[in-house]
Every structure is written in structure tokens, then in C-alpha cells.
């Protein structure tokens, strides 16, 4: 007996010690990891703002340390029980041994129960510094073309900063960016569902990657008949061809001069310009009217007002003086082609009077470092930083050091009143204070100034040591630099957007691993182009709107009917809400009056949104209150119709003795040269022989010829076709 009773103390012994000599199961490269996938750690969960239940982590595991304070330590230990680990809460809970309204996360005979349960009795170790982390996320395979109900097994692997690398797959988590396209199971196994492209998202130790999955549309086709014009249309061939998709035709030439001109000028072709342009048989007559546009004074005006949503130039924020500094000083950059990395490094390195040196405005509307930081970041980098904040951000590789390292930049920007234009005046200067600095906000340590990519911060020069160096002149430096291809990325994939109505990435403002371009040759090729041209912004709108692409019919074919990523067809979008009540305006010949501005100014011409509309607000001109481009509504709604309907605006310029339909009539025009001009100063194009004869019926039952004119402008100011580019 008593040998029976030795036997079995030593082999105890030997399992213990046997336990002991195992591998030691890291908190951090094993835990962590286990509570990710089983999405204990994220904002639905424990991991949102007040946990759940009293059980708080740290979203998506963005701080081991108090996610094991919390786990050991809390509730007076018993989520963790060190002589019986069965009993351990952490482990009861997700296996439903007791109530979890999360529901079962793992049975008790699987091999993350077994690692938690090997934790505990080894101590529950708290996160060892020394660990090894994970530096890189690879998934095998990469990239795939699959067919309707083909199915494949993505495999993710890990590279450590030790120079190993190990399988993950069975911790990561993994999602669909596109569940029509392609579902994935949690262990990673996709089902190709319909036509098109997606990206499987996977999410591993704060790092995040995807794998590309394609299901063409068709079989791969030769594209006889489509010639290319430039590098813009190789590229979407290329796509097209491993697609299977087939692009439409060519835009008409009247469709073309009134896409091109509202996209780029922002303004409508009179009846004369279409004529001419029609009468135009010259080869190059499409290249040659883009470079006409450009060199119009309305290009300024109309990307002016572009600049000024993102810049948000306001006298909410800068005073009315301080707007008009901004706005004019952005209107004269555009005017004068100024290249667009000078833009920014004036814009970011300003100092001085609010008043005077105009690019200061931008320090005034966001006004603390972290502002600064989510707001650069976002506008000239595309990427959406705000999360990383508080805590790593859930989608991306950017933690609360990445975001304070940045914001340092910022950390000695300093304003002082000015008495120049008197004490009421609102003018601030600009200057640089001699201290100040960013704090990480959870260890108190100071941040070194650092740009969001990998490595060491660019030199602040021989002044490193100085109290007075102006860490902005790094960071501009960093952010212009050709080899920075980001940089120009974020650009080129915005006026991408506001052309092709859909970014390469989109939304346009937000670049990150977990939400890929769409081509991402295109837009790498593009920026490339982009800076070596000087960054020059005339040139890349000139680059895209002379593409086959972009010339492209929005009339879809069989084949590629459902495609709104791919570029096959063009896509309509509703104008702009300053452009479009310039075109009431130019249709109806009667300008808009603004209050405080001289008459003859048109919408696109104002200086921010301060200026009085109903109708502008009803039909989606931002506050300029955030940097987002979703700030601008382009979404129809029921105030826009109404607007269109039955807006005063409207109804007031149809009916304006000194209009055009009053015009038309005093000229003494005929009802079929009334019927073509009107066509011509909405939809830009002559009626058709069906659109003509109603139009003409309206002239013959109608008693009079201005009420038959004021009846046909409405109905074509509410067509789809006036009110969207198309």
C-alpha cells in the first residue's frame, strides 16, 4: 500500500516537473492571441469601453499587461484558479460549464482550452518583454482567382521579430470583406459565391494583412476593339482580362463635354461650345478640350471649393477675415499650378499672422496636437489614425505609440493674439514654442517625433538639440519626399474618386491593409506618374480624364452590369450641390444673389459654407466641420427632390421675366429652336427625334408659348439626366 501511495506521489511529481520543462506558453504570443479569435477582446465584448459583465480587456488586445491584471488579478483572483485550473473562470465561462452569455467559445477538449489550462498551471506568467513579437502577417495564398462554388483553405503564418515564423492560422481571425463574393469560415476555408472581387481579412497580434480572392465574370477575353490611350487603360485591361469583363462603349462626344466640364470646371458647356465641339472632327478634339479646361478660371474656383471642404475653411472656426485669407491664398495655389508637395509643405510649415500668412488657418480650425495628428494623417496620407488614440487600432498596424510619435511633431505649436488689426479683430500668430511634448498618455514617456511608417524619425537637422527646431520641417520633409509613395497614393486615389465617382481605395480617406485597392497597379502606377511630373495636379486630372477609362459609356452591357469597382462602365453620380444650382442657374438664366457677395457670383465661387442656401444645405454641402470626405452628402433624398420639384429657387427662375424661357420668346424663336436650346442648357445634347415630338406637343396644346417653355424646363431640370454626371 504504501508503495502503491509513493508511486503515485513521484509520478505527480514527474508530471509536474514534466509540466514544468514544457514549453512555457507565452501570454502574449499564446493567450492574447486565444481571446482575439475567440472575440472576447473586442468592442461587442469585453473589449469595449466598460467590458462586459465586470470583465474588462483591452480592445483587440492592444495592452497585455492590464489584459492579464485583469484575468489574474480582479475580482480577487477568481477567473484564475492555480490548485484547481478546471475551475478557473476562464475556463468554465467560454466552454458554458457556467453561464456565459457569449455563448460557447471552445469545448474542453480543444487545443485552446489545453493551452489556457497549461497557463494557469504554470503560473499564469504575466507578458514577458523578452518575447519574441510578431513583426509580419503572411497569408499562403496570397492571391487566387476562384470559380462560382470553388473552395479554398487560406493558411496565415506569423514571422517573429527573433527571425522565426509559425503557422497561426488557428488564432487568427479571419473575415469576409465582401460575404456576396466569397464567405470564409473561422478556420479559414473560403467559398467563392458570386462574380467580382474581395479581400479575406486576417487578424493576428495587433497586425493585420489580407488575401486577395477574385471570381471572374466571364472567361478571360482579348478586349478586341478597345484601344488603349495611355498607361491608365493598359492596367484596367489587364484587370478586365483576368476578370473576364467586357467595358462598355465609348461615351458619346456630348456626353464626353458635359462629363468633362462638370468634372473639372464645375460648370455646364453653352449651347455654343457644344456646337463647336460637335462640328470638331480632329482626332484629338477630347485631349484638346480637357487642356481648354483646365486653363479656364473656373478650374480654380471649382477645386478651390474642394480644398476648402477639406482644409475646412470656415469663419465658424477662423473669422470672416481669416477665411478669406485661407480661401484666397488655396484659390491662387490652384490658379498659379502650384505643385502640390509645395502646397502641403507650405501648408504644414506656416508660421506668422492668421491674417497674412495665410496656410496658418490650418493650425487654427484643428487646434491641439492630437487634432492635428488625425487630421494630417487623414488628408495627406489617407490614413484614418483616430482609434489608435486610445488604443491600437482594430484594422491596422498603427498602435497609441505610432499616434503619439506623430502628434510630437505638433507638440510645440503655439498662438499668440496679435494687436495689428485691433484687439477684437480674431487675428492669431502662429509661432513655435521653445518646449513642449507629446506623453504617451498611459506610461507618461516622452515620444519622439516619428512618421507613421516603420523605423526612425527623418532628422530634425543640425538643430536637433535647439529648443526652437520646427519639428513640422522634418515631417514635411518626410511626407513630400518622392520615395514616399503614400504621400502621392493618397492623392491620385482621391481625384481618382472624384472623377471615376469610386476611389482605387475607397472610401477615398481611408488606405489600409484590411481595405485594399482595387487595382493596386493602377495605383501605384499613377503616383509614380504623378511624381514624376513634378506633382503636378493639372496633369494627373489630365492623365485620367483623357483615359479610355474614364471615356467610357455608363450604359452597362450583359457582362458587366453588376460591376461598381472595376471601372468597366462609368459610374453616375449626382453633381455636386454648388454645381448643381450653378446649372439651374445657367439653365434657367437667372443668377443666384448671396448675401454679402456681388451679384454674378456663383456657388462654386463661395468662399465656405457660411453663406445662406437652402438650397445648397438640402442638397448635401458639408459644414466643413471634420476632414471626411462622407461630410459631402451624394445620396438623393426626399428635400433634394422637392428642391428639384417644387423649391422656390426653382419655380422662381423658370418664371423670371428676364429668364430664359421670357428670352427665348422676346428673341422670337420658334417652339423647335425653343425645345433645342432648352435640351441644350440641361442635358448639354439635342433632343431626339421621339424626345423632340413630345416636346413640340407641349408648344401645340399649350395656350401660350412661356407657360409651354416654363413646362418643359421643369421637366427636364427634374430628370435624372440634368441633375447626375453621367
Not at 5 to 28: K, N
Not at 348 to 360: D, H, I, K, R, V
Not at 498 to 521: H, K
Not at 602 to 614: E, H, K, N
Amino acid at each position: 500500500m504504501r508503495s502503491t501511495l509513493c508511486t503515485i506521489f513521484l509520478l505527480g511529481i514527474l508530471g509536474v516537473l514534466a509540466e514544468s520543462v514544457s514549453a512555457q506558453v507565452s501570454f502574449l504570443n499564446d493567450v492574447e492571441p486565444i481571446l482575439t479569435r475567440s472575440g472576447c477582446n473586442q468592442g461587442a465584448c469585453h473589449g469595449s469601453q466598460f467590458g462586459k459583465g465586470g470583465f474588462k480587456l483591452s480592445l483587440a488586445g492592444y495592452d497585455p499587461d492590464f489584459d492579464h491584471e485583469s484575468i489574474v488579478r480582479m475580482v480577487r483572483g477568481r477567473r484564475v484558479n492555480w490548485v484547481q485550473p478546471k475551475s478557473s473562470l476562464v475556463l468554465q465561462k467560454p466552454t458554458l460549464t457556467v453561464s456565459h452569455i457569449g455563448g460557447r467559445l471552445f469545448t474542453s477538449d480543444s487545443s485552446d482550452y489545453r493551452t489556457l489550462a497549461l497557463w494557469i498551471r504554470q503560473g499564469a506568467p504575466r507578458p514577458n518583454p523578452k518575447d519574441p513579437r510578431v513583426v509580419q502577417l503572411l497569408a499562403t495564398p496570397e492571391r487566387r482567382v476562384l470559380h462560382p462554388k470553388e473552395r479554398l483553405t487560406l493558411r496565415v503564418f506569423a514571422r517573429y521579430s527573433d527571425g522565426t515564423q509559425r503557422e497561426v492560422t488557428a488564432h487568427t481571425r479571419i473575415n469576409s470583406l465582401r460575404e456576396a463574393v466569397a464567405t470564409v469560415t473561422p478556420e479559414g476555408l473560403v467559398t467563392a459565391k458570386a462574380n467580382g472581387a474581395t479581400a479575406i481579412m486576417l487578424r493576428y497580434a495587433g497586425l493585420a494583412t489580407v488575401a486577395h480572392i477574385a471570381i471572374p465574370y466571364a472567361p478571360p477575353t482579348a478586349l478586341k476593339g478597345f484601344a488603349p490611350q495611355n498607361f491608365v487603360d493598359r492596367f484596367a485591361m489587364k484587370q478586365w482580362q483576368e476578370l473576364g469583363l467586357k467595358p462598355s462603349e465609348t461615351c458619346t462626344d456630348t456626353e464626353f463635354l458635359r462629363r468633362a466640364s462638370l468634372d473639372l470646371i464645375g460648370t455646364l458647356p453653352t449651347p455654343e461650345e457644344i456646337r463647336a465641339f460637335c462640328a470638331d472632327k480632329s482626332n484629338n478634339r477630347r485631349a484638346q478640350l480637357v487642356e481648354r479646361l483646365l486653363a479656364r478660371p473656373e478650374y480654380a474656383d471649382y477645386w478651390a471649393l474642394k480644398w476648402g471642404d477639406l482644409l475646412r475653411s470656415s469663419r465658424a472656426t477662423l473669422t470672416t477675415k481669416g477665411m478669406w485669407s485661407l480661401s484666397n491664398w488655396i484659390r491662387e495655389s490652384l490658379y498659379n499650378n502650384k505643385p502640390y508637395d509645395l502646397f502641403i509643405r507650405e501648408l504644414l510649415t506656416a508660421q506668422g499672422s492668421t491674417f497674412s500668412q495665410s496656410p496658418t488657418n490650418y493650425y487654427r480650425i484643428a487646434s491641439n496636437p492630437q487634432e492635428l495628428t488625425e487630421a494630417t494623417a487623414q488628408l495627406f496620407l489617407g490614413v484614418r489614425i483616430q482609434c489608435a488614440r486610445c488604443h491600437q487600432h482594430p484594422f491596422e498596424k498603427w498602435s497609441q505609440r505610432d499616434y503619439y510619435q506623430f502628434s510630437a511633431y505638433f507638440a510645440r505649436v503655439g498662438f499668440k493674439a496679435s494687436g495689428d488689426y485691433g484687439a477684437t479683430s480674431g487675428e492669431q500668430i502662429l509661432y513655435i514654442k521653445p518646449n513642449g511634448e507629446a506623453l504617451h498618455p498611459k506610461t507618461g514617456e516622452r515620444m519622439e517625433p516619428t512618421p507613421l511608417v516603420s523605423g526612425n524619425a527623418p532628422s530634425l537637422g543640425s538643430h536637433r538639440g535647439d529648443a526652437q527646431a520646427d519639428r513640422r520641417i522634418a515631417l514635411a520633409q518626410w511626407l513630400t519626399k518622392p520615395n514616399n509613395l503614400n504621400f502621392a497614393k493618397s492623392v491620385v486615389n482621391r481625384y481618382w474618386g472624384y472623377l471615376l465617382g469610386r476611389g482605387i481605395v475607397n472610401p477615398v480617406d481611408d488606405m489600409r491593409v484590411t481595405n485594399p485597392p482595387t487595382n493596386p497597379e493602377l495605383l501605384e502606377a499613377l503616383a509614380k506618374d504623378f511624381i514624376a511630373h513634378g506633382y503636378d495636379l493639372k496633369h494627373l486630372l489630365k492623365t485620367i480624364a483623357t483615359s479610355r477609362v474614364y471615356q467610357l459609356s455608363s450604359l452597362t452591357n450583359a457582362n458587366n452590369r453588376t460591376d461598381e469597382a472595376f471601372y468597366s462602365h462609368f459610374l453616375t453620380r449626382r453633381q455636386p450641390a454648388e454645381a448643381l444650382l450653378d446649372s439651374v442657374c445657367f439653365a434657367t438664366q437667372v443668377p443666384e444673389k448671396f448675401e454679402g457677395l456681388p451679384v454674378g457670383t456663383r456657388a462654386i465661387q463661395l468662399p465656405d459654407t457660411g453663406v445662406a442656401s437652402a438650397f445648397l444645405d438640402s442638397t448635401g454641402r458639408p459644414a466643413r466641420t471634420t476632414v471626411c470626405e462622407c461630410e459631402r452628402v451624394s445620396e438623393p433624398s426626399l428635400s433634394q427632390v422637392l428642391q428639384l420639384m417644387t423649391g422656390e429657387v426653382i419655380n422662381r427662375k423658370i418664371a423670371h421675366p428676364k429668364g430664359r424661357i421670357a428670352e427665348l420668346i422676346r428673341a422670337g424663336n420658334s417652339p423647335k429652336n425653343i425645345v433645342e436650346e432648352l435640351y441644350l442648357v440641361t442635358l448639354s445634347r439635342y433632343p431626339n427625334l421621339e424626345e423632340r415630338k413630345t416636346a413640340l406637343g407641349l408648344f401645340t396644346s399649350s395656350k401660350s408659348l412661356q407657360s409651354a417653355g416654363e413646362d418643359l424646363l421643369w421637366a427636364l431640370l427634374n430628370t435624372k439626366e440634368f441633375a447626375y454626371i453621367r
